[in-house]
């Protein structure tokens, strides 16, 4: 968490990496005869082998309003 500083953004860079072992990848840290993909992943981020980008999330939607006022009968 220090690293990272966001839970979200921790478990996306764990998880992505650890699809990316579990596909064929190569470890970059040596001795990983009994550790499982996540711990593989974890320790290189720890070890710094690891690096992201963090992007701004800009929503372009358009938004739109109703008008939530109750009309009143006089």
């Given at each position: 968490?220090?690293?990272v500083?966001?839970?979200y953004?921790?478990?996306?860079?764990?998880?992505?990496?650890v699809?990316?072992?579990?596909?064929?990848s190569?470890p970059l840290?040596?001795?990983?005869?009994?550790m499982?993909?996540?711990?593989?992943?974890?320790?290189?981020?720890i070890?710094?082998?690891?690096?992201?980008?963090?992007?701004?999330?800009?929503n372009?939607?358009?938004?739109?309003?109703a008008?939530?006022r109750?009309?009143?009968?006089?």
């Amino acid at each position: 968490m220090e690293k990272v500083g966001d839970p979200y953004t921790l478990i996306n860079i764990i998880s992505k990496r650890v699809r990316q072992l579990s596909s064929g990848s190569r470890p970059l840290i040596p001795d990983t005869e009994k550790m499982g993909w996540a711990d593989i992943a974890m320790t290189e981020l720890i070890l710094d082998k690891l690096s992201w980008e963090t992007t701004e999330f800009i929503n372009t939607a358009p938004v739109y309003t109703a008008n939530l006022r109750r009309k009143y009968r006089a």
